[in-house]
T-cell receptor
């Protein structure tokens, strides 16, 4: 079955430190890849997406992600975390590439220490 | 402002009662989706609709029903057959740009059982 795995349920980083959130997915020939962020009690906001082309994509709020086909990964990074980045982060994959149906990872909760 | 609205923000259901969650979008998007979110489980797809008067079951459709009579509206009914309805419900919409669909989310409705 197609699946998306976010290995880290919780991550704590200090403000100003770098961040990497991991996302791995099961086999998909031409996956479309997304990262969303959710603040408590709120909906999901799109951070960035990958459809094709350059494997390093830039998003909002200073985030970037790199698609590595050989590792079936789409890790999210930020060079310097701000306290306002504390939230839950979801990786999502459209395996078919044209249905719009997304499979979500279980989410990673980011805590930022002052 | 364009966007997706969900109402109510909180909804309480009594035993044996059907309740309906509203989702409206003014983005002129073709497709709409309903997800259920439980702690530690990410988002799971309940139903989706790619055009008016047509919809398909997602992964956890049992105990739920939907309608799509208008492009901008996709209400979700949680029936009495859904034995564990307490969750956060998220509506999303998307429209394909070429073959690239991106889903945008509403603010969510939290359903609680009395």
């Amino acid at each position: 079955a197609q699946s998306v795995t976010q290995p880290d349920i919780h991550i704590t980083v200090s403000e100003g430190a770098s961040l990497e959130l991991r996302c791995n997915y099961s086999y998909g020939a031409t996956p479309y890849l997304f990262w969303y962020v959710q603040s408590p009690g709120q909906g999901l906001q799109l951070l960035l997406k990958y459809f094709s082309g350059d494997t390093l994509v830039q998003g909002i709020k200073g985030f970037e992600a790199e698609f590595k086909r050989s590792q079936s990964s789409f890790n999210l990074r930020k060079p310097s975390v701000h306290w306002s980045d504390a939230a839950e982060y979801f990786c999502a994959v459209d395996f078919s590439g044209n249905t719009g149906k997304l499979i979500f990872g279980q989410g990673t909760t980011l805590q930022v220490k002052p | 402002d364009g966007g997706i609205t969900q109402s109510p923000k909180y909804l309480f259901r009594k035993e044996g009662q059907n309740v309906t969650l509203s989702c409206e979008q003014n983005l002129n998007h073709d497709a709409m989706y309903w997800y259920r979110q439980d702690p530690g489980q990410g988002l799971r797809l309940i139903y989706y609709s790619q055009i008016v008067n047509d919809f398909q079951k997602g992964d956890i459709a049992e105990g739920y029903s939907v309608s799509r009579e208008k492009k901008e509206s996709f209400p979700l009914t949680v029936t009495s057959a859904q034995k564990n309805p307490t969750a956060f419900y998220l509506c999303a919409s998307s429209t394909p740009v070429g073959r690239q669909e991106t889903q945008y989310f509403g603010p969510g409705t939290r359903l609680l059982v009395l």
